[in-house]
């Protein structure tokens, strides 16, 4: 795991919410994408979104951008503070304008980015990968059109920064250099990035907040430390089965390959000692066993946890859920709630739970 570099982050310190969901759902046609996903994630992380194909990835940044809305549940993101947050989403089809040059594509995004583009970002995404600025988007290769596609999300200097298999594309090399971008934006401009990728191994070292997602469903989430420190990797010999005090461990996944296992375990306790090792997981041994293991229960960490309280289910917003108060003084009445001033730039609602 890498070191907590970021504790002076705005929004670490803070203690600010980037993005919570309560509840939230959302269906296509017959088939749910997302079902009763509840978490929250605090702002000033770098949070690796994972799951296998069809979890629900790209759904939940669409719905986190404020691109698509809930079928159920809210998604609320900046947490309610007054000013708007400075989204930035990169779709997993890095959407671009084909017949515009890249010097084109930069002009675009500047002019409508005023007082918030920094041409730095271009330099080390464009300029190094000696992208050609008159080369026009249709003829440059998958990786020249992720750079420049990073390169705009960059420029902008996001709050939030949404960025759908942004990796896929880009030679070991480039994947470094982004990576330690997206440190240096964490660590000097507090921005809170949702990174959704299937590389596991390039994820340790560089997240420091987890969001798996399976079967459209929330399985894990939390600080990666905290998730880890929850686990244990046990590798000893074996008889019939699992030794009585490693199974005694709710398991997560276990291999048993001849005379020896390999397990990995959500700790109720120490794990006793015996012959056998135990050792902490990598974040990437973690993902990979419960990807292995879709029927393991699931953990939200309490640095997960959301405020807001599970159950409530806020329907219309600025509108009890049973509809407008009656005046003060008549059966059954009660006064108006005090008008809140503040504004989130995405604090979207199902509509269920609202007056019929």
């Known amino acids: 795991m890498r070191p907590m570099i970021r504790g002076e982050g705005a929004g670490r310190a803070t203690g600010r919410t980037a993005v919570e969901a309560i509840g939230l759902g959302r269906r296509h046609r017959r088939r749910w994408a997302l079902r009763d996903c509840t978490f929250r994630l605090p702002a000033g992380r770098i949070c690796a979104l994972v799951g296998p194909n069809g979890a629900g990835k790209s759904t939940l940044l669409s719905l986190a951008a404020g691109l698509t809305r809930p079928t159920e549940g809210s998604i609320r993101v900046g947490g309610g503070a007054p000013a708007r947050p400075v989204i930035a989403h990169l779709a997993q089809d890095k959407p671009l304008y084909r017949r515009l040059t890249v010097a084109e594509t930069l002009e675009r995004g500047r002019a409508l980015n005023p007082g918030r583009w920094n041409g730095r970002h271009v330099e080390r995404l464009v300029d190094d990968g000696e992208i050609p600025l008159g080369a026009r988007v249709a003829t440059l290769s998958g990786g020249q059109r992720t750079r420049l596609a990073l390169a705009l999300a960059f420029a902008k200097r996001p709050e939030l920064l949404l960025l759908d298999e942004p990796l896929a594309d880009l030679d070991p090399l480039v994947r470094h250099r982004i990576a330690a971008l997206l440190l240096a934006e964490a660590a000097e401009h507090g921005t809170t990035v949702v ?27 939390g600080e990666v430390d905290d998730i880890i420190g929850a686990h244990a990797l046990v590798m000893g010999r074996r008889g019939r089965g699992l030794p009585p005090e490693v199974a005694a461990h709710p398991v997560v996944e276990a291999q048993l390959s001849g005379p020896r296992f390999t397990a990995l375990v959500r700790r109720n306790g120490p794990v006793a000692a015996g012959p056998w090792e135990t050792a902490e997981p990598s974040l990437e041994e973690l993902l990979l066993g419960y990807l292995r293991a879709p029927g393991a229960p699931g953990l939200i960490a309490p640095s997960a946890a959301p405020r807001r309280r599970p159950g409530h289910k806020p329907g219309i917003p600025g509108m009890p859920r049973n509809g407008p108060p009656r005046p003060a003084g008549l059966p059954g009445g009660r006064e108006s709630p005090p008008r809140s001033t503040e504004r989130t730039r995405h604090d979207h609602h199902s509509g269920k739970g609202a007056a019929a």
């Open 195 to 221: 990174l959704s990728s299937d590389l596991l191994a390039e994820l340790d070292g560089v997240c420091d907040h987890v969001l798996l997602l399976g079967g459209g469903r929330v399985r894990l989430a």
